[in-house]
């Protein structure tokens, strides 16, 4: 799990640590895409896209 990976200290790709802080984003503004974006410091059409992604791979993009 990436999380366990983040916690254990190990290196990870990019692109799950974007992952995982997009998720987070979104778990700490209760799945509202424009104000998790502007926490983020990214557009809102970014992040939306990015989530439907992650939903397509069938991972917990909402909150």
């Known amino acids: 799990m990436v ?7 190990s290196v990870m790709p990019l ?10 984003g979104l778990e700490a503004m209760v799945g509202n895409c424009a ?3 502007e ?3 990214i557009f809102v059409r970014t992040l939306c896209n990015k989530r439907n ?5 069938g991972l917990p993009a909402d909150a």
């Open 3 to 9: 999380a366990a990976r983040l916690l254990a200290g």
């Open 15 to 24: 692109h799950e640590v974007e992952k995982l802080t997009i998720i987070k």
């Open 35 to 37: 104000h998790a974006a």
């Open 39 to 41: 926490l983020l410091g």
């Open 53 to 57: 992604v992650y939903r397509s791979q």
